[in-house]
């Protein structure tokens, strides 16, 4: 069984552009979260989906970050327009609701 | 808020030998889940191990153990017969009783694990 997959694994953009992050769940997995990993630090969450519902968004950034999760599966994530404090790792994680997380490899992004 | 501290931000250790990394966390809550996930350069997090607060008995995953000690709040990784594989950053990770809707994770800043052959 595929795992989470997320694409790109690496983007190198320059500041003020806007950049987007794709991720596919484990099947049948509804929960599906977006989590941010600065250099030398742990995840932290930015969004939280159930289905299709964002149910917890509140440490999403959301004057330049969105985020959907259409027919509740797929997932993107944008930032518009990207700033240099925004390089950093993107981590999407999936999970049936209750259950344990599954991470993809993540996405670095480098902004220039 | 819950919090989750890892004091040690690098070890090392000879290859074969056992090591333990510690994890301490505070939150009041009575039911809960605390994990182990290793991140290799790959960035993939990889689970190694779950405990649920409410079992007494320590979870174990053949060559990995915990020392859950849940009135110190404390929740330490032993890694028996260390191999090269294990060299990655080790996050410790809490959660919140899901039916409570409190499903994210709340991670450690990690320890960086080096195996020397």
């Known amino acids: 069984e595929a795992g989470v997959v997320q694409s790109p694994r690496y983007k190198i953009i320059e500041k003020k552009q806007p950049v987007a992050f794709w991720c596919n769940p484990i099947s049948g997995h509804n929960t599906l979260y977006w989590y941010l990993q600065n250099l030398g630090q742990g995840p932290e969450l930015l969004i939280r989906?159930?289905?299709?519902?964002?149910?917890?968004d509140s440490q999403l950034p959301k004057d330049r970050f969105s985020a959907e999760r259409l027919k509740g599966v797929d997932s993107t994530l944008k930032i518009q327009p990207a700033e240099l404090g925004d390089s950093a790792v993107y981590l999407c994680?999936?999970?049936?609701?209750?259950?344990?997380?599954?991470f993809g490899a993540g996405t670095r992004l480098s902004v220039l | 808020a819950q919090t989750v501290t890892q004091s040690q931000p690098e070890m090392s250790v000879q290859e074969a030998e056992t090591v333990t990394l510690s994890c301490t966390y505070d939150?009041?809550?009575?039911?809960?889940?605390l994990f182990w996930y290793k991140q290799p350069p790959s960035r993939q997090m990889i689970l190694v191990i779950r405990q649920e607060a409410y079992k007494q008995q320590n979870a174990t995953e053949n060559r990995f153990s915990v020392n859950f000690q849940k009135a110190a709040k404390s929740f330490s990784l032993k890694i028996s017969d260390s191999q090269l594989g294990d060299t990655a950053m080790y996050f410790c990770?809490?959660?919140?009783?899901?039916?409570?809707?409190?499903?994210?994770?709340?991670f450690g800043t990690g320890t960086r694990l080096t195996i020397i052959p």
């Open positions: 939150t009041s809550e009575n039911n809960y889940y």
């Open positions: 990770a809490f959660q919140g009783a899901p039916y409570f809707g409190n499903e994210k994770l709340t």
């Open positions: 994680a999936s999970s049936i609701q209750g259950g344990i997380q599954y």
């Open positions: 989906y159930e289905n299709e519902e964002a149910v917890d």
